[in-house]
């Protein structure tokens, strides 16, 4: 697994200086789409602990809870993640049988979609920031409106 040494924001952002500025510019799309996301630095869980141990770029934030932990965990809405190859974002958006990223999936650009919804590339510049925009501002409604709902993978929110 790729492993990124940050410990804020700004560490994150400068950890891999050729691809500081894709990030940079997914970030800033992200801001101005759903503002009310805040931003935060999502550090991964210590070994051990369930969840997630990677690092990554968050904006809003939710928990859910597991069975093996008397403790919520606190997850972002979207996460932005530097991997070996290419860029990922980890979307916690899901409807009822799909998850969001998939319903978007066609409209995005030169991305992928994973079964579990994460969205891949390689360059900012990949992704067609209209539709992108267009998705998680419709994503922000329809959850503030119950038509969606907030999950980590199989396990929903609090």
């Known amino acids: 697994m ?33 503002p009310d996301w805040t931003r935060w630095f999502v550090a991964g869980t210590p070994a051990g602990m369930p969840g997630m141990r990677m690092s990554m770029i968050g904006y809003g934030r939710f928990a859910y809870n597991v069975k093996s932990s008397d403790r919520p965990i606190a997850w972002p809405i979207l996460g932005l993640a530097l991997q070996k190859n290419h860029l990922s974002l980890y979307l916690a958006v899901k409807y009822e049988g799909a998850t969001a990223a998939s319903n978007w999936a066609d409209r995005l650009g030169k991305v992928s979609v994973s079964k579990i919804g994460a969205i891949r590339f390689v360059r900012a510049s990949d992704i067609e920031a209209q539709a992108f925009r267009m998705m998680l501002q419709t994503l922000e409604k329809d959850l503030q409106d119950g038509r969606a709902m907030l999950a980590y993978a199989r396990v929903q929110s609090n």
């Open 2 to 34: 790729f492993e990124v040494n940050a410990s804020s924001i700004a560490a994150y952002f400068e950890f891999d200086p050729p691809r500081e500025n894709d990030l940079h510019a997914v970030d800033e799309m992200i801001r101005s789409a759903v």
